[in-house]
């Protein structure tokens, strides 16, 4: 039988890929590959669950009985060196970890500081955003802002994590696209986002961005993104310093009921008054 370790967001991620690899490869089950391999049907169901930790030899009779080449597990085996560290760098446009990591979390508490939360952006608003950022080429924009709507996929489903969004007062002021967009961002905000609490610009907090995804069966995992990198952290002194900080954002923040009138006085202004800057938060 294989030996369980404790997953991690991109073990899991890797996991899943092996199993949509057989799946497509292959009409067995995992338990008919299991015996096939000559392997515990434990063994392919925790290999699979990123659940398991597996040698070069493990790897090589996986993907080889599914017909892979070795250029296909050298770079598996490259992906699996570091899948199970408490502290996983990936590339900023790799969106699949940070995809699966939320649609497989119970909770989401996320702090945003300059922006509005991924999870309740309109396309415009994403599309006016990453163009103002200058980080990705124009071409891609359309696909990145499509993978950001259909994240938010995971709002609708029966079972949706609870969210908890913190936006700072920063973020609503900062203009992006024209008035509408922003007027438009602003109800979504109000009327079909999950919870949200604003951070007025006078509460003496200095934080950056992140999110804790929390989990019925796995490791809480804190994430951090940048535009040249996306951190992804089990480590258990830096998942009790995040969930310090979501204490300190519950005492200085409006609560809901604060936060909803304020952003009912954002959708009830006119547009010409969204071109303003300054404070607007009491």
């Given at each position: 039988?294989?030996?369980?370790?404790?997953?991690t967001?991109?073990?899991r991620?890797?996991?899943?890929?092996?199993?949509?690899?057989?799946?497509?490869?292959?009409?067995?089950?995992?338990?008919?590959?299991?015996?096939?391999?000559?392997?515990?049907?434990?063994?392919?169901?925790?290999?699979e669950?990123?659940?398991?930790?597996?040698?070069?030899?493990?790897l090589?009779?996986?993907?080889?009985?599914?017909?892979k080449?070795?250029?296909?597990?050298?770079?598996?085996?490259?992906?699996?060196?570091?899948?199970?560290?408490?502290?996983?760098?990936?590339?900023?446009?790799?969106l699949?970890t940070?995809?699966m990591?939320?649609?497989?979390?119970?909770?989401?508490?996320?702090?945003?500081t300059?922006?509005?939360?991924?999870?309740?952006?309109?396309?415009?608003?994403?599309?006016?955003?990453?163009?103002?950022?200058?980080?990705?080429?124009e071409?891609?924009?359309?696909?990145?802002?499509?993978c950001?709507?259909?994240?938010?996929?995971?709002?609708?489903?029966?079972?949706?994590?609870?969210?908890?969004?913190y936006?700072?007062?920063?973020?609503?002021?900062?203009?992006?696209?024209?008035?509408?967009?922003?007027?438009?961002?602003?109800a979504k905000?109000?009327?079909?986002a999950?919870?949200?609490?604003?951070?007025?610009?006078?509460?003496?907090l200095?934080?950056?961005?992140?999110?804790?995804?929390?989990?019925?069966?796995?490791?809480?995992?804190?994430?951090?993104?940048t535009?040249?990198?996306?951190?992804?952290?089990q480590?258990?002194a830096?998942?009790?310093?995040?969930?310090?900080?979501?204490?300190?954002?519950?005492?200085?923040?409006?609560?809901?009921?604060?936060?909803?009138?304020?952003?009912?006085?954002?959708?009830?202004?006119?547009?010409?008054?969204?071109?303003?800057?300054?404070?607007?938060l009491?």
């Amino acid at each position: 039988m294989a030996t369980s370790t404790p997953s991690t967001a991109y073990s899991r991620d890797l996991g899943e890929e092996l199993r949509k690899v057989r799946e497509r490869s292959t009409d067995l089950t995992g338990a008919a590959f299991a015996v096939k391999l000559g392997w515990d049907p434990s063994k392919v169901s925790t290999l699979e669950n990123g659940k398991y930790r597996p040698s070069e030899i493990d790897l090589v009779q996986y993907l080889s009985m599914l017909g892979k080449d070795i250029d296909y597990f050298e770079d598996f085996k490259r992906r699996f060196r570091y899948a199970f560290d408490e502290y996983i760098v990936q590339v900023s446009d790799n969106l699949k970890t940070l995809a699966m990591a939320e649609a497989t979390a119970a909770t989401v508490t996320s702090y945003d500081t300059q922006a509005i939360p991924g999870l309740s952006q309109t396309p415009e608003y994403a599309d006016s955003l990453y163009r103002m950022g200058g980080y990705i080429v124009e071409e891609r924009i359309p696909a990145v802002v499509k993978c950001r709507m259909d994240r938010q996929a995971i709002l609708n489903r029966h079972d949706r994590p609870a969210c908890l969004f913190y936006v700072h007062e920063h973020a609503l002021h900062t203009q992006v696209g024209d008035a509408q967009i922003m007027q438009d961002q602003y109800a979504k905000l109000l009327f079909g986002a999950p919870r949200i609490r604003i951070v007025p610009a006078t509460a003496r907090l200095v934080a950056t961005s992140c999110v804790l995804w929390e989990y019925d069966k796995a490791r809480p995992v804190a994430f951090a993104s940048t535009d040249l990198a996306k951190v992804f952290v089990q480590d258990p002194a830096a998942i009790v310093r995040t969930r310090l900080l979501f204490d300190r954002l519950a005492e200085v923040a409006l609560d809901e009921e604060e936060s909803r009138k304020v952003l009912a006085d954002y959708v009830g202004r006119p547009r010409e008054e969204l071109h303003e800057r300054g404070p607007r938060l009491a």
